[in-house]
Each structure stands twice: as C-alpha cells, then as structure tokens.
C-alpha cells in the first residue's frame, strides 16, 4: 500500500473510532508522556494545535502551561514547504489558515529559534516500531526533520495507528519516542543519539 492509500484508510479508520475510547486511550497517553523524560527534562515544547481527528494537543499545551514550560507552535510556509515555530501564551494570538488549520499570528507571537527548542512532538496518521510515520502529505515535517536531525522528538499514536513496518525513503528522519496508551517505542533514532545516556 502507497503512502496515499494509506493515508487514506488511516483517517477513515480514525474518523470511525467512538469517542468513548479516543477519550479512554487519550488520558492514558497524557500520563505516560508527562512522565517520560523527555517532557520532564524539556521547558520549550514544540507540538501543533490539533484539529479534526488528531491526537487532541490541547491538554499538553495545558499541561506545559501549568509546568511554567514554553509552548512553541508551528507556522507553515506553503511557498517553500518551510516551518517556523513560535511563542503560544494565549488563543488570541491564533489565526485559521487552509483546512481550518490554527497557526500562529506572527505579529502577535515571539519567534522560537529550532535550537532552543527541547522537544518537538510530531504528529501522523500512522507510525512504525522504527519511528517512520506517514503525516498528512503536505511534506513540512519531513522537511523539517531532515534539516533538524538532532531536535528529540517524540509522537502520540493509538495502538490502532502503530504497524510493523511503513515504506519510507533513505532521507526520512523516524521520531525518537513513539507514545501510545500501553506504551512507549524507543526507535534506533534515539539509541543512536540519546542525551539521556
């Protein structure tokens, strides 16, 4: 199966899961990635304001308030498939873009330097037990990703969305940590370049 197909059985597979247990698998998934270390160790989080089906971002973005962290959110370039991350305080500082797409205003929001930034939790529509993931097709993360290949990162998933194996290119980057509600992944990306050691 192509990376279009199986973005597409993904979101209809998401899109039929019972809000029951989304809300079940989700506090679950919360309580391992606020004591994972990554996020313990981390005071700048990069993560997106989620819509739609994905993983609700809402209660980590809550939770980082609460812990003093700084929250940094993501704007696309669509020009240049490029993304900039910046300063989340408030929802006044949000706009909506394509899709319905919350992005940051820059005008209201103080840019985040890549290097400052501690953690960056990616999102995707389905992950391997490698780390590779196939995202919703618009390339920004992958590009991203390979520009910033020492950043840890991290990714959400229900089991449901975690398989074997994923058809992937030399140049993709996995993510380090792959979270779901019965566990966590450690993927060879973070073996391999682990500040926790």
């Given at each position: 199966m192509d990376k279009d197909a199986l973005r597409k059985e993904w979101k209809?597979?998401?899109?039929?899961?019972?809000?029951?247990?989304?809300?079940?698998?989700?506090?679950?998934?919360?309580?391992?990635?606020?004591?994972?270390?990554?996020?313990?160790?981390?005071?700048?989080?990069?993560?997106?304001?989620?819509?739609?089906?994905?993983?609700?971002?809402?209660?980590?973005?809550?939770?980082?308030?609460?812990?003093?962290?700084?929250?940094?959110?993501?704007?696309?370039?669509?020009?240049?498939?490029?993304?900039?991350?910046?300063?989340?305080?408030?929802?006044?500082?949000?706009?909506?873009?394509?899709?319905?797409?919350?992005?940051?205003?820059?005008?209201?929001?103080?840019?985040?330097?890549?290097?400052?930034?501690?953690?960056?939790?990616v999102p995707g529509l389905v992950f391997d037990h490698s780390g590779y993931?196939?995202?919703?097709?618009?390339?920004y993360y992958d590009r991203f990703l390979s520009k910033e290949n020492d950043?840890?990162?991290?990714?959400?998933?229900?089991?449901?969305?975690?398989?074997?194996?994923?058809?992937?290119?030399?140049?993709?980057?996995?993510?380090?940590?792959?979270?779901?509600?019965?566990?966590?992944?450690?993927?060879?990306?973070?073996?391999?370049?682990?500040?926790?050691?």
């Amino acid at each position: 199966m192509d990376k279009d197909a199986l973005r597409k059985e993904w979101k209809r597979r998401l899109s039929s899961l019972s809000e029951e247990k989304r809300n079940e698998w989700l506090h679950q998934m919360y309580d391992k990635l606020f004591s994972h270390e990554y996020w313990t160790s981390s005071q700048i989080i990069g993560v997106t304001v989620s819509i739609g089906n994905e993983i609700d971002t809402r209660p980590i973005i809550e939770q980082a308030w609460k812990e003093g962290k700084v929250v940094a959110i993501p704007k696309c370039n669509p020009i240049n498939k490029s993304l900039s991350f910046y300063q989340f305080n408030d929802d006044d500082q949000l706009e909506s873009h394509y899709f319905g797409l919350k992005e940051p205003n820059p005008d209201l929001c103080e840019k985040i330097h890549v290097s400052d930034m501690d953690l960056l939790l990616v999102p995707g529509l389905v992950f391997d037990h490698s780390g590779y993931r196939v995202g919703h097709g618009g390339g920004y993360y992958d590009r991203f990703l390979s520009k910033e290949n020492d950043l840890l990162t991290a990714a959400l998933c229900f089991e449901m969305q975690l398989v074997e194996n994923l058809p992937h290119e030399r140049h993709d980057i996995p993510v380090g940590v792959i979270i779901t509600s019965d566990k966590w992944i450690e993927s060879r990306k973070k073996s391999e370049n682990n500040r926790f050691q």
